[in-house]
């Protein structure tokens, strides 16, 4: 009864701009931690940035370049990433933390946006 909807991937040339964002739907009481995942080919998926009610946490490779934000009010999060680079490619998946209108805690996944980083 829950689903996470991303959007905002593509294709960008390096040094580029994307804002990627991720929408939470259906029978939600509240969200404790929303975050972005990434896999590329061949590769583990990975922790890119998380946030939550202390605040936000990245991956060492993308700090100073991406910035996590959240709309409560729309149980959305959103991922800006500036200065992109060729090793920034991979599938961006959206992860929540939601707790039901019957007040049990599960863990969501988005469907996965491409992001291609190349000239």
């Known amino acids: 009864q829950v689903q996470l909807v991303e959007s905002g991937g593509g294709l960008v040339q390096p040094g580029g701009s994307l804002r990627l964002s991720c929408a939470a739907s259906?029978?939600?009481?509240?969200?404790?931690?929303m975050a972005w995942y990434r896999q590329a080919p061949g590769r583990q998926r990975e922790l890119v940035a998380r946030?939550?009610?202390?605040?936000?946490n990245y991956a060492d490779s993308v700090k100073g370049r991406f910035t996590v934000s959240r709309d409560n009010a729309k149980n959305t999060v959103y991922l800006q990433m500036n200065s992109l680079k060729p090793e920034d490619t991979a599938v961006y998946y959206c992860?929540?933390?939601?707790?039901?209108?019957?007040?049990?805690?599960?863990?969501?996944w988005g469907q996965g946006t491409q992001v291609t980083v190349s000239s």
């Open positions: 992860n929540a933390k939601i707790v039901s209108t019957g007040l049990n805690m599960y863990d969501y």
């Open positions: 259906g029978s939600i009481f509240g969200i404790n931690v």
């Open positions: 946030i939550d009610s202390g605040g936000q």
